[in-house]
Nanobody, 126 residues
Framework: QVQLVESGGGSVQPGGSLRLTCAAS?????MAWFRQAPGKEREGVAA????????EYVGSVKGRFTISRDKAKNTLYLQMNSLKPEDTAMYYC??????????????????????WGQGTQVTVSS
């Protein structure tokens, strides 16, 4: 299992920005950000192949959020701009070990991701 630690959450006004960070204990074949609001199912936000930089986003965050990584540091980022109240949720980092194959399409299948961080809260409110 890949050990993951998220940071960077907080409270921000609508239209503001936050940058989430996920530190991984080792390299991964796929990494992603998910979020879960109270009373709702966990949903994918963005995914990336760390080795190649290919990315996938869900429609609600396209053009506002950017997923990126630092391969040398095994670190994942999520830059969130133009935040909306509906972005309020606990944000989780997920990963697939480098020894296992994966697909960015797994962004729509949380159950396929074997490694998860503890989450970081993002609250968007005026």
């Amino acid at each position: 299992q890949v050990q993951l630690v998220e940071s960077g959450g907080g409270s921000v006004q609508p239209g503001g920005s936050l940058r989430l960070t996920c530190a991984a204990s080792e390299s991964a074949s796929c990494m992603a950000w998910f979020r879960q609001a109270p009373g709702k199912e966990r949903e994918g936000v963005a995914a990336i192949y760390p080795a190649y930089g290919d990315t996938e986003y869900v429609g609600s965050v396209k053009g506002r959020f950017t997923i990126s990584r630092d391969k040398a540091k095994n670190t994942l980022y999520l830059q969130m701009n133009s935040l909306k109240p509906e972005d309020t949720a606990m944000y989780y980092c997920a990963a697939v070990p480098s020894s296992v194959g994966c697909s960015l399409n797994w962004i729509w299948s949380p159950s396929k991701w074997p490694s998860w961080g503890q989450g970081t809260q993002v609250t968007v409110s005026s």
